[in-house]
């Protein structure tokens, strides 16, 4: 199951991983003053997160200003079940919310790109297509992941 796996998101464990459980950031400071922990603190309100990456140089270790936020799969579910309670009239029906911009990854994005972190910085945030290792500074070399 991808949902339980961890490791480096280029060594492709997460090939078959839903798009819509990514968001892409970008714009995050490479001095080290954006940590997981801060990424955590500000995604986690919206559902358990199952990984956080933040891209490095390979040749420098240097962070690179990118990364990756994973949604696990029960918070889209659950975000799903109340959006589809919600829009029902609270009957609890589900909706299947995939590729609408009311789902989870869209509403994350809608309200928390521009968002500004603890350290100052503003970050852009995007939902991540399967092209996300190939977006801003190009190839990711290595990456920084934590679950």
Wanted: hydrophobic share 25%; net charge negative; proline share 2%.
């Amino acid at each position: 199951q991808w949902g339980t796996q961890r490791g480096n998101v280029d060594g492709g464990d997460d090939s078959d991983c839903p798009s819509r459980l990514l968001i892409y950031l970008t714009n995050l400071q490479t001095d080290g003053s954006t940590t997981e922990q801060s990424l955590r603190e500000l995604f986690g309100s919206y559902g358990r997160l199952d990984r956080i990456t933040m891209y490095r140089h390979r040749s420098t270790g240097e962070y690179k200003g990118d990364g990756l936020i994973m949604f696990g799969r029960e918070s889209v579910e659950e975000y799903e079940k109340k959006r589809g309670a919600d829009s029902n009239g609270g009957d609890g029906v589900e909706t299947d919310l995939r590729g609408r911009d009311d789902d989870l990854v869209g509403v994350v994005c809608s309200q928390m790109n521009g968002a500004e972190l603890p350290c100052g910085t503003v970050i852009g945030i995007e939902p991540a297509d399967m092209n996300y290792k190939n977006k801003s500074t190009g190839q990711h070399e290595n990456a920084n992941t934590s679950a």
